[in-house]
């Protein structure tokens, strides 16, 4: 497993996008989710046939850190070689990482405008759910905004089911209980997230972005990931700005409580729901 801060001009990652990534909040020297994280990176390299590193190697991605809050980005491509898309005989995985202290956007916490992108996420199950590099229709997407008081973009796949932002999962409560959509598809599966369904905080259902726009089912939204923690949706607006439908707000939602629960977040705090294993 080679590791280095210089990626050289044959990196599968940065030619093919041949790779994978997690990206971490740390608290006080400590990955949170990390088993989340791992499990999702392992499912990663199974999917793309990529050695995943030693725990040695993970852990020593983190050593030494400071204490307060920090994000910690790891990126693992297949390496260099190989004769244009065909892999090379012995690849050799080349792993990268980095530290950067932080501060979550906490003004959000009390609630955010976000816009329904145009892009649709093409369906392509052999990836869906993994952190992959090729992340070039989230790019497209976030390109569709230049608003500040814009905070995220949703997007949909072809056939208009709602699958996520774009860099955060979404959630909604709908009749008296909170939901996300199915991933089996596209889009990426949080941590976050995945630590909410397992502790039945939510379920998965799909939505149309039809449905989402008629204002009859969904009552409230939210969009959340395992470093920003969950923003409530008060606004779902154009990428110009123009309202399309408003949402009840969730201010004191159980569903951002548990997950800022699970963050360490201070936000929001009480007993834990029904279900949960915390």
């Not at 190697?57 to 910690?72: F, I």
């Amino acid at each position: 497993m080679a590791s280095s801060d210089q990626v050289p001009f044959d990196d599968r990652g940065l030619a093919y996008g041949d790779g994978i990534f997690e990206t971490v909040l740390l608290r006080d020297g400590a990955p949170l989710l990390w088993p989340y994280h791992h499990a999702r990176l392992l499912r990663g390299c199974r999917v793309l046939g990529i050695e995943p590193p030693d725990d040695a190697a993970l852990t020593a991605t983190w050593q030494a850190s400071e204490s307060g809050l920090e994000v910690l980005k790891i990126v693992l491509t297949r390496g260099s070689g190989g004769r244009g898309y065909a892999l090379p005989d012995s690849p050799e995985p080349r792993m990268l990482s980095r530290r950067m202290s932080f501060s979550p956007a906490t003004s959000r916490w009390q609630g955010v405008d976000v816009c329904l992108c145009a892009l649709r996420l093409a369906r392509q199950p052999a990836l869906a759910g993994i952190k992959h590099l090729n992340r070039l229709e989230n790019v497209l997407a976030r390109k569709e905004w230049q608003r500040e008081d814009i905070a995220e973009g949703l997007l949909a796949d072809t056939d208009g089911n709602l699958v996520e932002a774009t860099a955060m999962n979404v959630f909604w409560r709908a009749g008296g209980a909170f939901w996300t959509p199915p991933l089996e598809a596209c889009g990426v599966a949080g941590t976050l997230r995945a630590a909410l369904l397992e502790r039945g905080v939510v379920r998965e259902a799909p939505l149309n972005v039809e449905a989402l726009l008629d204002g009859a089912s969904v009552e409230q939204l939210f969009v959340g990931n395992s470093v920003q923690g969950v923003w409530p949706v008060n606004t779902l607006t154009t990428p110009d700005g123009e309202p399309l439908r408003r949402f009840l707000p969730a201010l004191t939602s159980p569903l951002q409580a548990a997950a800022h629960r699970l963050l360490g977040y201070s936000l929001l705090s009480g007993p834990p729901l029904s279900g949960e294993k915390c």
